[in-house]
């Protein structure tokens, strides 16, 4: 009997050893974390659906501050120079929202899919959102 145990004690040791290091490391994890802002965007994904070439492309992703600091969005980078970003150079302070606003050129017909990629210093600082549709061209008809 003494020999099982013996034999088993070992793997035991190895067990308890590696799960309180992950239990540290995910604590560890959080608490870098806890003094940084969280995006919590109401939607990752705008789709146009179908639209009429030329149309208005302007859209908008809305989100909130759920961290505990401020949000500073440094940069917003576009998959192509067919989408312009706009957004605020002011902190976005926990429990306020924030636009980020895209505007698609909708000069060229056919489907469409494209990212926009956040830079901050949020938990996630390169945060992707994305925009898709289908310009058709329009109709001459009176």
Do not use: H, W
Not at 1 to 28: R, Y
Not at 117 to 128: C, G, L, Q, R, Y
């Amino acid at each position: 009997m003494k020999t099982s145990i013996i034999k088993t004690t070992p793997s035991l040791i190895i067990l308890f050893t590696l799960l309180a290091f992950s239990f540290t490391t995910g604590v560890q994890a959080q608490m870098a974390n806890a003094d940084k802002g969280v995006f919590q965007f109401d939607m990752e994904e705008i789709d146009y659906g179908t639209i009429q070439q030329n149309d208005n492309g302007v859209r908008k992703f809305t989100f909130t501050n759920r961290g505990r600091a401020p949000i500073l969005i440094s940069k917003v980078n576009t998959s192509c120079g067919c989408t312009v970003p706009s957004f605020s150079k002011e902190a976005v302070l926990p429990g306020e929202r924030g636009i980020i606003e895209v505007k698609y050129s909708a000069k060229k017909t056919g489907r469409f899919s494209k990212s926009i990629t956040v830079i901050s210093n949020a938990d996630e600082p390169m945060k992707t959102l994305k925009i898709k549709g289908n310009v058709v061209a329009k109709s001459n008809s009176l």
